[in-house]
Each structure stands twice: as structure tokens, then as C-alpha cells.
């Protein structure tokens, strides 16, 4: 017994031990009259991947969009709280959005690659952001980028014909190709592969699988199956609120709220 | 969660393993009450008929096998539907072993009563009881998710284990007193030492079926009282442990 209870301590200091990229603390977000997000406090570990659940309008697309301040372009979207990224709250005074955006990349629901050559896709962000000092740095850029999204193989005899006319699963993979160009910490997912096929949805799990060594990620989903399948951190939002956050396998197997048990196995209405 | 699945048919197929889980343990209940009968009454057609019946439960288990194994494939259970599925498999197998041992109580009756009567047989029918009961309150904290009852059951085994190992110091005695009787003995020592395992096999389901209602197994050890695996008894007739 004795030493069950210095394991279970030696897990939770690993467990503290683990670094929280992004401290949520206290977030409310208004549409106008309407409250998005209710008192949301949120920590997101570094070099893991985080899932977000919850039924349609529960806020967990709202709550990704705060991470890179997309909301700033929303009409009468006002954020309350604080989101702080190692440390510094993104909605001081201080902070470059711009600058954000680059270290807080995101890929969206449908792929939306430029309508440009494969290359100027990935090459646009270091470009804007003038990562690279010569040609020879953004073709380095570029292929890197690519060989980290897996697809170099796929597109390195064609990198100057159009990303629009690549496959579904592939547009996808050059978005977060094009993410990874602006050497980002953080990358957002907004349900990346609902327009995939099992397969590309397949290549893209693997791929944000294997980008988790250097990155972290936050993905919106509303597959159960994938939320179980990629993420180590789970959070469940509903009406506003993070109703259960946690470790994925522990939310899956035995949900400690029962909005979260009803959701996940179907009951909710 | 006490609302149903907004698929209807998701909460149909759970109830029908829930059903065939509870008809399998009313089963081998009836199985050990037959086999435990066939022995007092000495009626070896009673015990052919429980060796007989024995299939039912098998195909029962077949049946929550291949129903657990359709949802897992269709339906990707998770949470507590997860762990009912899970908890189904592991519970259908232990029952399946309990009918097994109730079909051996049988098949060494019919061995015993091709000789004479022999007395020492009271305590098995106490046993067969005991652990009936504890089948029955395991069948019902099953179907009313009560975790509570299946603690109770799970801790109730060590009465079961105290009167196996006076029946087995008893029947060691009668064996050295009389070794005409060590072939009827040793089949009534296997034939106790099958409702000890069936009372085990009850903490079993009793341990899966808190699981399936907290999401986790009991962690304090499980107390336990056979110790007929560590006793010796002497020519002169005294015990060592």
C-alpha cells in the first residue's frame, strides 16, 4: 500500500512536472449580448495534443479562436479574462498580433490552400514574415516544411504546379505544411478532417501524431473517435463551459460529470 | 445516466446483453441447485439431465460473445457503455466456468452412486446454498448497477472458504479411518473444492461489476479463508498448517 502511495505521488509530480504552454484563466467571450464562453479556465500542456468536445455552439471553436486572437476580426466579439502564452497574457497591450498568428498557426475545416503553386503556398508566411534571407533559405523553408507535413514524397516533382489541384487529404496536409513554414509553437485544428476520406483522415492523425515531438496542438473535433484515438488531453465544453477536462483516457473510459458520459455515449439531446 | 441513447437501438442491444447475462447466472444457478439435489437425493438422472444442460450456457456465452464483439466493431462503445460491454465478455466467461464446475458436481455423483451411501456428505448442500446466494445477490447487483451489493458479495466468500476447509480436514480424517472410502471422499473433497471456486468466481464478477459501476476495481486485497492448500493432517490424526 505504502508503495502504491508513493507511485501515485511520483505521478502526480509528473503530472505538475508536465509545462502548461497556454494558462487560461477566467474567460468570457461576448458576441454582442451573447455570452460565448462562460469563466473558462483552461491549462494546455506543452508538446501534447489537447482535443476539444462538446455539441455544436458549446464554444469550443470560440475558445480555439481566442488562442490566436482571431476574434479580434469578429464584430462585436470581446474577450474578457486572460489567455497567457509562457507566461504573457496574448491580449496585453504589448502583443503583435501578427506575430502571434505565426507562433499560434491554424488549420481549418476545409483545406484552403492559396490558389498559387504548391511552393508559394508554404513560401507566402516566411516571406511576409522575412523568415528566410535568400532563395536558397525558403527553398529550405519549403521542403522542410513539406517533409514535415509528410507529403515531399507525394508533391516534390510538381512543388510549382497549383496546391488547389492536390487531393482533399493532401490540400490539408500543405495547410499544415504551410502552418509549419512560420516555425510556429502552437497549432489550432478546426475539425481538420471532416472533409477527409478514412484514409487522408488516417495520414493527417499520423502526422499530427508525429508533430506533437516539437509541437503542441489543439484540435476541435466532432468525432469521439478521433478525439480518443489522437489526444492525451480531452476537454468537454457545453453551453459555454468546460463542463470536464482531463486526461483523454480517463474522460473515454470513466467520465467524472454526467453531461460528459451523456455526450460522449450518445444520450445527449 | 438514467436517458437512453438518442439511437434507440444502441440502448436495445445493450439491454439484450444485460438480459442474457442475467438469464446465463439464473442458469448456473439452477445448474449448481441441481447438481447439489442430484447429490443429497442420490438421483443420477437429475445429474445426467444438469450434465446436459451445461450447453445452454455455453451458447449463451456464444451468444454475449458475439454481441459484444458487434458492438465493439459498430458501435465503439466508450464510457460506461464501454465498460458494460467489457464487464459482459469477462462476466459471460465466469459464469460459463461456474456452469462448468456445477456439470463436474454432477458427473461425480453419478460416479459416487454407483457405491454405498456415504455420510459425510451434509456439508456440501451448506456450501451449495451459501454460494447460491451469493449468485443470486451477484445477479442482482448486476442488473441494478448496485456496487454496494457486490461488495458485500465480493467480501461474503471467506464464510465459503471456512466451510470448505472444515470439509476437508473432516474428509481427511474419514479417509485415514477408513481408506475404503478415499475414492468417494476425494470426489466429494473435488466436488466442495468446485463451489469454493464458483464463490471465488462470484468475488470475480463482483470486483468486474463494481468496475462497471465506479470505473475502478476494489484496491484494498480481497480477505480470503482456504487454507486447505497449506494444511497437513498427522497419522495420529492431528492438523498442521
Known amino acids: ?269 | 445516466m438514467s436517458s437512453g441513447h438518442i439511437v434507440k437501438s444502441y440502448d436495445e442491444e445493450l439491454e439484450s446483453v444485460r438480459n442474457t447475462i442475467v438469464e446465463m447466472g439464473g442458469l448456473a444457478e439452477s445448474q449448481l441447485e441441481a447438481a447439489v439435489r442430484s447429490l443429497t437425493e442420490r438421483n443420477s438422472e437429475l445429474a445426467l439431465k444438469t450434465i446436459e444442460a451445461d450447453k445452454a450456457v455455453d451458447e449463451l456465452e456464444h451468444s454475449v460473445d458475439n454481441m459484444a464483439i458487434r458492438m465493439l466493431a459498430l458501435r465503439s462503445p466508450v464510457a460506461d457503455d464501454l465498460r458494460l460491454v467489457i464487464s459482459a465478455l469477462k462476466i459471460a466467461s465466469v459464469l460459463e466456468r461456474v456452469a462448468d464446475y456445477a456439470a463436474n458436481i454432477a458427473k461425480r455423483v453419478i460416479a459416487l452412486n454407483q457405491g454405498p451411501t456415504i455420510a459425510a456428505t451434509s456439508t456440501i448442500p451448506r456450501m451449495g446454498a451459501m454460494v447460491r446466494r451469493m449468485i443470486d445477490d451477484v445477479l442482482t447487483a448486476y442488473s441494478n448497477g448496485d456496487a454496494e451489493l457486490a461488495y458485500d458479495v465480493w467480501v461474503r466468500d471467506q464464510e465459503v472458504d471456512q466451510l470448505y476447509n472444515s470439509m476437508f480436514r473432516e474428509l481427511l480424517t474419514f479417509m485415514m479411518e477408513d481408506p475404503r472410502s478415499i475414492t468417494s471422499c476425494t470426489h466429494l473433497i473435488f466436488m466442495a473444492k468446485n463451489i469454493e471456486r464458483m464463490g471465488d468466481h462470484m468475488t470475480n464478477i463482483a470486483e468486474i461489476i463494481i468496475y462497471q459501476v465506479n470505473g475502478e476495481m476494489p484496491r484494498e486485497p480481497r480477505p480470503k479463508g482456504d487454507k486447505t492448500s497449506v494444511t497437513m493432517i498427522e497419522n495420529d490424526g492431528s492438523e498442521s498448517n
Open chain 1, 1 to 269: 500500500m505504502q508503495i502504491q502511495q508513493i507511485d501515485e505521488q511520483q505521478a502526480a509530480r509528473q503530472g505538475d512536472a508536465a509545462e502548461m504552454i497556454i494558462k487560461t484563466r477566467d474567460v468570457d467571450v461576448f458576441y454582442g449580448d451573447n455570452q460565448a464562453l462562460k469563466h473558462v479556465s483552461l491549462d494546455i500542456p506543452k508538446h501534447q495534443i489537447t482535443s476539444l468536445i462538446g455539441p455544436s455552439g458549446c464554444g469550443k471553436s470560440t475558445y480555439l479562436r481566442c488562442i490566436n486572437r482571431m476574434n479580434d476580426t469578429v464584430d462585436g466579439c470581446r474577450v474578457e479574462g486572460e489567455i497567457l502564452l509562457d507566461g504573457v497574457n496574448i491580449y496585453g497591450p504589448e502583443v503583435d498580433e501578427v506575430l502571434l498568428r505565426a507562433r499560434v498557426g491554424m488549420v481549418f475545416q476545409k483545406p484552403n490552400p492559396f490558389p498559387k503553386s504548391i511552393y508559394d503556398n508554404i513560401a507566402y508566411g516566411p516571406r511576409i514574415h522575412g523568415l528566410a534571407a535568400n532563395k536558397d533559405e525558403l527553398d529550405e523553408i519549403v521542403l522542410t516544411s513539406l517533409e514535415k507535413a509528410g507529403l515531399i514524397k507525394e508533391v516534390q516533382d510538381r512543388l510549382h504546379s497549383s496546391g488547389t489541384g492536390l487531393s482533399g487529404g493532401q490540400q490539408q496536409r500543405l495547410c499544415i505544411a504551410r502552418a509549419l513554414a512560420v516555425r510556429p509553437d502552437i497549432i489550432l485544428m478546426d475539425e481538420p478532417c471532416s472533409a477527409l476520406d478514412p484514409i487522408a483522415t488516417a495520414k493527417v492523425e499520423e502526422l499530427i501524431d508525429e508533430l506533437k515531438e516539437n509541437y503542441t496542438i489543439i484540435i476541435v473535433t466532432h468525432s469521439m473517435q478521433q478525439a480518443a484515438r489522437i489526444s492525451q488531453k480531452t476537454a468537454f465544453f457545453h453551453l459555454g463551459e468546460i463542463v470536464e477536462a482531463g486526461d483523454t483516457e480517463k474522460l473515454f473510459t470513466s467520465p467524472s460529470d454526467e453531461r460528459t458520459q451523456g455526450y460522449i455515449t450518445g444520450r445527449f439531446g
